[in-house]
């Protein structure tokens, strides 16, 4: 019997032993806090939101010019630097002149031959003008002598057409800007003898300032497009950088496309920047943010008070609306509007001043306490967002679906 009685009591103590241990105060069965949930919080609020299409666009110069030389000949001198900013009118490079200015010497020195064969054949006519009076000669005489005065005249005329040829040519072996921009690097060096049938000129030179940028958008927003347009507004349009968190630079919708590109639905339009300072440089990618249109008036939360899950059992959008008597929340479900970045309009289910969650609203369930800090606690503001103090061996619950 006493052999029984101890094997009894080993038992009864290894089974005490496998029970687990009571929970440790302020912890739940769920490993959850059982007081207030610290959470930070922001108001909605009434104003204006910007209505934006985002796209993809490439910076394009206003004018690409490749210079080229319009004579053949030499090149002598080179004027630019290479990436140098130019203006129009400004030398770029010279040509040997001396061919041409042989040319116009030759033309201009016809010229004046044919002046004076003109001038001596006009003195013969009037001459025998007065001698058919008197009948001293034939009238065919004075026809012969009248059609040579036209004939010196059409060559004084093709005299001067080949003097002002021979000026331009000469004026063409100064190659000037024909744009203001930023010269490339030199296709040909001085030495060269250069041709107009040359491909790649002598130089190219990109306008900058101002500078364009060409993006695409849906077809679906040629028609509110279009219609602001032609009410009168001014577009803007933003320029970011490849991440598309650095803004580079603010312009204006210059113009849009005449077609719609049916093998991808979309239609080009182009974005004119002043480029003061250089940022935007030709075929740089950048993301476009293109204000279509502002909303006046909206109910403005923050994006991060958004949550998505099945509180009543039917998938929906929703809020966690912080109740300012007894601070504890209520799913509100919400139906939201235009987002601009990290704020979203609310068309149904919020209203201006209400106090919504947007941190620690994973570990929340409808009706539950939350404890807010001091400075949300007189008065919720958005874009506040106090830190959220966790308790070691917390588990958290995925973000959107409140425990059920």
């Known amino acids: 019997m006493l052999i029984v009685a101890a094997l009894l009591v080993l038992f009864i103590v290894y089974e005490h032993g496998k029970q687990p241990a009571a929970a440790p105060p302020g912890r739940g069965a769920r490993g959850g806090q059982n007081g207030p949930v610290a959470v ?3 108001s909605a609020v009434t104003g204006n939101i910007d209505v934006k299409i ?4 490439t910076v394009t110069p206003l004018a690409t010019v490749t210079v080229r030389t319009q004579i053949t000949g ?3 001198k080179v004027f630019f630097t290479e990436g140098q900013m130019v203006h129009q009118g400004e030398p770029l490079a010279q040509i040997d002149p001396r061919p041409y200015q042989a040319a116009l010497q030759q033309a ?7 002046q004076a064969l003109l001038a001596d054949a006009r003195l013969d006519l009037k001459r025998y003008e007065g001698l058919v009076k008197e009948d001293s000669i034939a009238q065919q005489q004075l026809d012969t002598q009248r059609a040579l005065v036209d004939q010196y005249v ?14 331009v040519n000469l004026v063409y072996t100064h190659i000037t800007a024909p744009v203001t921009g930023r010269v490339g690097l030199r296709q040909v060096d001085p030495g060269n003898y250069v041709t107009p049938s040359d491909t790649n000129g002598i130089v190219l030179i990109n306008q ?11 077809e679906d927003n040629v028609s509110p497009l279009m219609k602001r347009i032609h009410d009168g507004a001014t577009l803007t349009v933003e320029a970011f950088d490849r991440t598309n968190s650095l803004k580079i630079a603010d312009g204006k919708l210059l113009t849009v496309d005449n077609t719609i590109d049916v093998t991808t639905g979309t239609v080009k339009l182009r974005a004119q920047f002043e480029n003061a300072d250089g ?3 030709p075929n740089q990618f950048v993301n476009i943010q293109l204000l279509q249109d502002v909303l006046h008036d909206q109910v403005i939360m923050p994006n991060s008070a958004v949550r998505r899950g099945a509180p009543n059992g039917v998938t929906t959008t929703f809020v966690y609306v912080v109740n300012g008597a007894d601070q504890t929340v209520s799913v509100r479900p919400v139906s939201l509007g235009v987002v601009d970045g990290e704020r979203v309009a609310v068309s149904a289910g919020l209203k201006p001043g209400e106090i919504v969650v947007t941190e620690g609203g994973d570990r929340l369930r409808d009706g539950a306490t939350v404890q807010l800090p001091k400075a949300q606690a007189a008065g919720a503001v958005p874009g506040d967002k106090p830190a959220v103090p966790g308790t070691p061996g917390q588990h958290r619950r995925p973000r959107g679906k409140p425990p059920q």
Do not use: H, M, Y
Request: charged fraction near 15%.
């Open 54 to 57: 985002p796209a993809l666009g």
């Open 279 to 281: 940022a935007l440089f």
């Open 208 to 218: 900058l300032q101002p500078i364009t940028i060409i993006f695409s958008v849906p």
């Open 154 to 167: 059409g060559t004084i005329e093709s005299d001067e057409g080949q003097v002002n040829t021979a000026k």
């Open 40 to 42: 930070a919080v922001a």
């Open 74 to 76: 030499v090149l002598q």
């Open 108 to 114: 201009q020195g016809n010229l004046k031959r044919d």
